[in-house]
């Protein structure tokens, strides 16, 4: 079920130009975030799939701060105290981006005297789906999610040289560990020149499996340290034109092993391409 929270009259407070220097956050955020109350924001629809997982991950999962949930209508009022971080969805828009598409992220962000939510400092936002892509497109990977983004704080505290606007590119070093951990990807998420088996082992040496999503979603919920899978963020039809989100994420330490972006066209298309694994397997 899509989440509702901003498709109304939030909408136009959430659309924040993502990883831009205008929320860029500093050491200083970074290191204040350890003293503040997480704040996790829910879904106005009390049935919704992400409020029942975000409240059985972080129990599992968060280990950083205290935290508690809250409402919308709460954030409102909460927003402005720096005594407080959020974990929140975000729907966010790119300033050069002339297609103006629209994406759900994943937000770390944290509360600020007198400021607008696009103005926030921005601790970590992971791309979840294009703005009209159903919920169940990432919600079995969430609890990845969750782990990516508390190891990623910490990893900025300790590096804070590394604190810049293309911060995710950094984990493109981790390609080469590929070689050692076990590929998963889902049929729908590959173009179709790379869409068997034989087709991929053409371009990837490395161990591959094309699975379902529950096999995905097994292997993360064991934390299998041999696995590495795909999470894809595009329109999925619903529009032409938008960025395509390739990442490969670590079942079991919740790591980054591959960020790229393409603009899907008539030659790129919304999928994982077979250039991809051409750079993945070192090509």
Request: charged letters at 30%.
């Amino acid at each position: 079920m899509r989440r509702i929270v901003f498709t109304s009259v939030l909408l136009i407070n959430f659309l924040i130009s993502a990883f831009t220097q205008e929320h860029l956050p500093t050491k200083a955020d970074y290191d204040a975030f350890y003293n503040t109350l997480t704040l996790v924001v829910l879904d106005a629809n009390p049935m919704s799939d992400f409020n029942f997982k975000i409240k059985e991950i972080m129990k599992k999962d968060w280990t950083l701060t205290d935290y508690e949930f809250i409402s919308e209508k709460e954030f409102e009022t909460k927003k402005d105290d720096p005594a407080y971080s959020f974990l929140l969805i975000t729907t966010a828009t790119f300033d050069k981006d002339k297609t103006k598409a629209r994406y759900n992220f994943l937000s770390l962000l944290m509360g600020k005297e007198q400021t607008e939510v696009r103005d926030m400092p921005d601790l970590c936002s992971v791309p979840l789906s294009y703005y009209r892509v159903e919920d169940d497109s990432y919600s079995y990977k969430l609890d990845a999610f969750i782990r990516f983004i508390q190891n990623h704080v910490k990893l900025m505290t300790e590096n804070p040289n590394l604190i810049k606007a293309n911060v995710f590119k950094y984990y493109n070093k981790n390609i080469k560990s590929l070689k050692d951990k076990k590929l998963l990807l889902v049929a729908d998420d590959l173009e179709p020149t790379i869409n068997t088996q034989k087709k991929i082992q053409k371009i990837y040496p490395y161990d591959v499996q094309i699975v379902s999503r529950e096999e995905v979603m097994n292997a993360i919920e064991r934390k299998d340290p041999d696995v590495v899978f795909l999470h894809k963020v595009g329109p999925e039809g619903t529009r032409y034109k938008a960025r395509c989100y390739k990442i490969l994420m670590g079942a079991a330490d919740a790591n980054f092993y591959y960020f790229d972006y393409h603009m899907i066209n008539s030659k790129n298309r919304d999928y994982l391409l077979a250039k991809d694994l051409k750079k993945m397997a070192g090509h």
